[in-house]
């Protein structure tokens, strides 16, 4: 079954826009290091790439206190702001296809606003956008807050939206959300863990996001 244009798309950027996990996984990292886990796998971390890091640090450092988290996160985000972005890049298609893409565009994404917008200007994809929506002091997805922001700012409905995501928890806040769902396959998040959100549609390609009304790129959910 094939959809209809949206009237507005809600992106995740890391997996979805950009590939950034060795900047992310890179910092992080850095970060653990002279902690117990010092020497964590990329495989593993890229399994938390969408998701708040206190959530990493909770299940990687259980015994640390809440002040010892706070450290790490601050340390991980001075030093992947310093890295520049330098191992990132653009997945291909996706510039194509926002730019052929129907509709208004905001984020919905885990970093802060204000980085979400440098990422997005760095790699030329910011005139794209209406919107630009981080997590600026409110709970990270899975929790709809994001969603909810990026909806109030374009002052739109939720059924008149779009989320694109590359992550289990971008489909669990797009469902408490109430917004539709689109999983990405090229991005970081196991096709059998988004499964069990049952997104509305799957995407193998950035082009089949832009794909007409009538066409049948968009596979429906089974």
């Known amino acids: 079954m094939s959809i209809p244009h949206f009237p507005v798309y809600l992106f995740d950027v890391d997996g979805t826009l950009v590939d950034s996990a060795n900047d992310i996984c890179g910092a992080i990292q850095e970060a653990l290091t002279g902690t117990p886990q010092n020497g964590v796998t990329d495989e593993f971390l890229r399994g938390y790439i969408g998701r708040h890091l206190i959530d990493l640090f909770q299940d990687l450092l259980p015994d640390y206190s809440r002040e010892q988290m706070d450290a790490l996160v601050a340390d991980y985000r001075r030093i992947y702001l310093a890295r520049n972005h330098t191992l990132t890049s653009i997945y291909p298609g996706i510039a194509e296809a926002l730019a052929a893409l129907p509709g208004r565009k905001s984020t919905a994404t885990t970093k802060g606003t204000p980085t979400t917008r440098a990422v997005l200007e760095m790699f030329g994809l910011l005139p794209?956008?209406?919107?630009?929506?981080?997590?600026?002091?409110?709970?990270?997805?899975?929790?709809?807050?994001?969603?909810?922001?990026?909806?109030?700012?374009?002052?739109?409905?939720?059924?008149?939206?779009?989320?694109?995501?590359?992550?289990?928890?971008?489909?669990?806040?797009?469902?408490?959300?109430?917004?539709?769902?689109?999983?990405?396959?090229?991005?970081?998040?196991?096709?059998?863990?988004?499964?069990?959100?049952?997104?509305?549609?799957?995407?193998?390609?950035?082009?089949?996001?832009?794909?007409?009304?009538?066409?049948?790129?968009?596979?429906?959910a089974v």
């Open 128 to 220: 794209y956008f209406e919107h630009v929506q981080g997590t600026d002091g409110f709970p990270a997805k899975p929790q709809p807050d994001v969603i909810y922001a990026s909806l109030k700012a374009l002052g739109v409905r939720a059924e008149d939206c779009l989320l694109v995501g590359d992550a289990p928890a971008d489909m669990e806040a797009g469902r408490r959300a109430g917004v539709k769902t689109c999983a990405v396959l090229w991005g970081y998040g196991k096709r059998e863990d988004l499964a069990k959100w049952e997104p509305d549609y799957w995407a193998a390609h950035p082009s089949e996001l832009c794909s007409d009304a009538n066409s049948s790129k968009f596979s429906r």
